[in-house]
């Protein structure tokens, strides 16, 4: 059982370039999250999804755009990456509100220079 | 807004000591988390709690919740150095997930 996928793992982007964080979960999970990390510090909401063709901005959506074409997948693009937008990424998923447990993918480690 | 607010940021124990974690948070919530995260890793589920005076417990972690001071605990007995590692909270109201900053916990010998 895979859970949630994340790939790349790793990448490093020039200024100004943009790219795509690509998330595939294999729950059938109608929530999906997108969070970044910094170093030594908690997790950021940028953008959630409570199913396919909805997605609401979190507390740092500047910068990033979603799209929730199918219940699996959940890319995050960065337009214009910024080193500000160095992090980890993490994206996760959630059966439902009810059912409570939220499951992480790996993390993609992003750096912008 | 939903806010979350952990203290201590930074823990340090020694061995076989006894220590709690508090995290408030600002408004009614649905659901409470308690994660892990070691150096360079994701983020591994402890605790979901789903009610007012909900308790649990694993090994030598156990997580409390009271909903009405918007308040958890969780609580670590005789701290081994295997325990060394980032403890988050989490909290849900709806589908909305908002986390603590996280406390870096260090058990010394």
């Known amino acids: 059982n895979a859970g949630v996928t994340q790939t790349p793992k790793f990448r490093i982007l020039k200024i100004g370039q943009s790219m795509t964080l690509q998330c595939t979960q294999d729950?059938?999970?109608?929530?999906m999250y997108w969070y970044r990390q910094d170093p030594g510090m908690g997790l950021k909401l940028i953008y959630y999804?409570?199913?396919?063709?909805?997605?609401d901005k979190g507390e740092v959506p500047n910068g990033y755009n979603v799209s929730r074409s199918t219940t699996e997948d959940f890319p995050l693009r960065l337009e214009l990456a910024a080193p500000s937008q160095t992090s980890v990424y993490f994206c996760?998923?959630?059966?439902?509100?009810?059912?409570?447990?939220?499951?992480f993918g790996e993390g993609s480690r992003l750096t912008v220079l | 807004e939903l806010k979350v607010e952990q203290n201590p940021l930074f823990l340090s124990m020694q061995e076989g000591k006894n220590y709690t974690i508090y995290c408030n948070y600002s408004?009614?919530?649905?659901?409470l988390y308690w994660y892990r995260q070691d150096p360079g890793k994701s983020l591994e589920s402890l605790f979901v709690?789903?009610?007012?005076?909900a308790v649990k417990q694993e090994g030598r972690l156990m997580a409390s919740l009271d909903t009405k001071a918007r308040l958890s605990t969780l609580h670590i007995t005789a701290a081994v150095h295997d325990l060394s590692a980032t403890y988050f909270c989490?909290?849900?109201?709806?589908?909305?997930?908002?986390f603590g900053a996280g406390t870096r916990l260090t058990v010394k010998p």
């Open positions: 996760a998923s959630l059966a439902g509100q009810r059912t409570g447990e939220l499951f």
């Open positions: 729950m059938n999970h109608n929530y």
């Open positions: 999804s409570v199913g396919a063709g909805i997605t």
């Open positions: 408004t009614t919530s649905d659901r």
């Open positions: 709690l789903l009610s007012n005076g």
């Open positions: 989490a909290v849900a109201k709806t589908y909305d997930m908002r």
